[in-house]
């Protein structure tokens, strides 16, 4: 055999090689379809709603006005936008076909029933953590539920991430997290609390910063990350902050309550603090020790000292504004205050954070009242405030707060939060 | 006290006021123009609802200090009494208010929705209107209403 023949050999020996080794990667094969089982224990099906609850499946697999657990929002990602699928047990349209064994590998692989790769937007890398019981609790709950009739809307990804084969190489990538093995020298509390915020909660999720593929950055977990424009803040350190976290504050807040000091969950927080308000406070409770005892990162980013001081006529501006747009609730003498013991403004998180972006997300767009929930409600005031007044309002208010340390480029973040605000 | 300009239905006014005002209070305290009513003062019922430029807007929560080269309509600007706008006679046919109070929020707020989409769906005029709080509970007659309006082929046109 000459030279020649041999190395052409060698390539095609390489190349089918290849591509063996790229199927092997991007094939998964479907699993069978079954008859929806019926016949699971209440005290199990019981079990399995507060295993969906801990995962906030419903805040993404549910759409605004839509049936529970039916699909269909938007999710907006750097890489197109995604719609959540159907979960109920409709045989067509939902997982009513699905046996547990595909439940489990769509949950811990991120595959589906019929072999193609889910996006990772689905947080797969942390429902993997979670143990054999509560996955079969869970798929209990959810081949219980009413199966409703709605075919997933079509995600528009932008090429090339609309090749879903590709979620392989990803997976190769990033798809690495084993079990969580108890710590014998941390309290049964402490296992419970990592396990539920590591695992169902998916915190990291949004609270740890994603790198360009879209997957959370080793080593900075939890360190803080941005969700629709809101800064999902850093969850390290939260006990050892200027304003320091409490166990009891950081539950009622986890809770959906208002907490003295910090202020309530707004935002892409609100949902999840509102399906937490429905978990066992031992649960919160459990998450709230364990996120406490998180040490503050070596990586925070120091405060940002800027010279800017507001001039006199943007703060009377300010001023001005906040007495006739803010006061009626926030200011000192308001009944929400001296009567519903609401904290002042200058106290919440959004006002001491770093970056302005939270409090000109929550003026925009205020704090929506969830029909059938209590809890605050703040109108937006994206309409009736401009560009330069709104600056003028967040110079004056993180001026009562922290008149050392104004907020840096607050005209060019207002500018890229309200393109953003719908 | 100030001078602070105020485009309202179309004309302009020149107020010496403290500028930390509320627009509401301008409007009917200044002008005279009190369809928009006083409510909760904090933004949570809707019936001081105005549109600024083509938005509505809480008036009891909007700063006379932000109105400058904006334009303000009131309830006023839709119609008159012999007269009245197509989301008024619909809010009229329908017997729409009890006791009235919401209601010319309630229009406005329907009025700006009309304005951006003259066909909304039922669902899109629910959501829309959500903000706004009816204490008497007429909320079924006034999206009758305003349904009506839609059904009627919308604000432009008018049946006598």
């Known amino acids: 055999m000459s030279h020649r023949k041999r190395w052409t050999l060698a390539a095609i020996a390489l190349g089918v090689g290849g591509l063996a080794a790229a199927f092997g990667l991007m094939w998964r094969p479907a699993i069978d379809p079954i008859e929806r089982p019926m016949a699971f224990e209440p005290a199990q099906i019981a079990r399995g709603a507060q295993v969906v609850t801990a995962g906030d499946c419903a805040v993404c697999h549910t759409r605004p006005g839509g049936e529970y657990l039916a699909g269909g929002l938007p999710l907006v990602t750097p890489f197109g936008t995604l719609y959540s699928t159907n979960i109920t047990p409709d045989a067509q349209t939902g997982i009513g076909q699905w046996p547990l064994e595909a439940f489990q590998r769509a949950m811990r692989d991120g595959i589906s029933r019929d072999g193609h790769f889910l996006y990772p937007a689905f947080p797969y890398t942390h429902y993997r953590l979670l143990d054999d019981q509560d996955l079969a609790d869970a798929y209990a709950y959810l081949m219980s539920g009413p199966p409703v009739h709605q075919p997933a809307t079509p995600n528009r990804m932008r090429f090339p991430m609309n090749l879903r084969p590709l979620v392989a190489g990803w997976n190769l990538l990033f798809l690495h997290s084993a079990p969580l093995v108890p710590t014998a020298q941390a309290s049964p509390q402490w296992n419970r609390g990592r396990y539920l915020v590591e695992g169902a909660g998916h915190c990291g999720g949004c609270h740890t910063p994603l790198n360009l593929l879209g997957a959370e950055k080793t080593g900075q977990a939890l360190a803080g990350g941005v969700?629709?424009?809101?800064?999902?803040?850093?969850?390290?350190?939260?006990?050892?902050?200027?304003?320091?976290?409490?166990?009891?504050?950081?539950?009622?807040?986890?809770?959906?309550?208002?907490?003295?000091?910090?202020?309530?969950?707004?935002?892409?927080?609100?949902?999840?603090?509102?399906?937490?308000?429905?978990?066992?406070?031992?649960?919160?409770?459990?998450?709230?020790?364990?996120?406490?005892?998180?040490?503050a990162s070596p990586h925070q980013p120091a405060t940002l000292g800027t010279n800017a001081v507001a001039s006199a006529e943007s703060s009377s501006l300010g001023s001005d504004l906040f007495q006739a747009a803010c006061a009626g609730c926030h200011g000192a003498a308001a009944p929400m205050r001296s009567i519903d013991g609401r904290p002042a403004l200058t106290a919440t998180s959004s006002v001491q954070a770093p970056?302005?972006?939270?409090?000109?997300?929550?003026?925009?767009?205020?704090?929506?009242?969830?029909?059938?929930?209590?809890?605050?409600?703040?109108?937006?005031?994206?309409?009736?405030?401009?560009?330069?007044?709104?600056?003028?309002?967040?110079?004056?208010?993180?001026?009562?707060?922290?008149?050392?340390?104004?907020?840096?480029?607050?005209?060019?973040?207002?500018?890229?939060?309200?393109?953003?605000?719908? | 006290m100030s001078n602070v300009n105020l485009t309202v239905n179309g004309k302009l006014h020149s107020l010496d006021i403290d500028p930390d005002m509320p627009l509401l209070y301008a409007l009917r305290n200044h002008l005279e123009l009190n369809g928009a009513k006083y409510g909760c003062g904090l933004g949570q019922c809707g019936a001081c609802t105005v549109i600024v430029d083509d938005q509505p807007v809480f008036a009891c929560v909007t700063p006379c200090a932000g109105m400058q080269g904006r334009h303000v309509r009131t309830v006023e600007s839709l119609g008159t009494p012999e007269q009245p706008g197509p989301l008024q006679q619909a809010f009229i046919d329908t017997q729409a208010a009890q006791c009235g109070y919401c209601i010319a929020g309630m229009i406005m707020r329907a009025q700006a929705l009309l304005e951006h989409n003259p066909q909304p769906d039922a669902a899109t005029i629910r959501a829309h209107m959500a903000s706004n709080l009816c204490r008497c509970g007429t909320h079924l007659r006034i999206i009758e209403a305003i349904t009506r309006v839609v059904e009627n082929g919308g604000l432009h046109v008018v049946h006598n």
């Open chain 1, 355 to 422: 970056a302005s972006r939270n409090f000109i997300k929550t003026v925009l767009e205020g704090i929506a009242p969830t029909p059938g929930e209590p809890g605050p409600a703040m109108p937006p005031f994206a309409a009736s405030l401009s560009d330069q007044q709104l600056a003028a309002l967040a110079a004056f208010v993180r001026g009562q707060a922290a008149p050392d340390r104004p907020w840096p480029a607050l005209h060019s973040t207002i500018q890229a939060l309200r393109e953003e605000t719908p």
């Open chain 1, 227 to 295: 969700v629709d424009g809101w800064a999902a803040p850093s969850l390290l350190g939260l006990a050892s902050r200027e304003t320091p976290w409490t166990q009891a504050q950081l539950v009622d807040y986890l809770q959906a309550k208002v907490v003295d000091g910090h202020g309530t969950a707004a935002g892409p927080m609100r949902p999840v603090s509102q399906e937490l308000a429905r978990l066992p406070r031992s649960d919160v409770e459990a998450m709230a020790e364990y996120l406490l005892s998180l040490p």
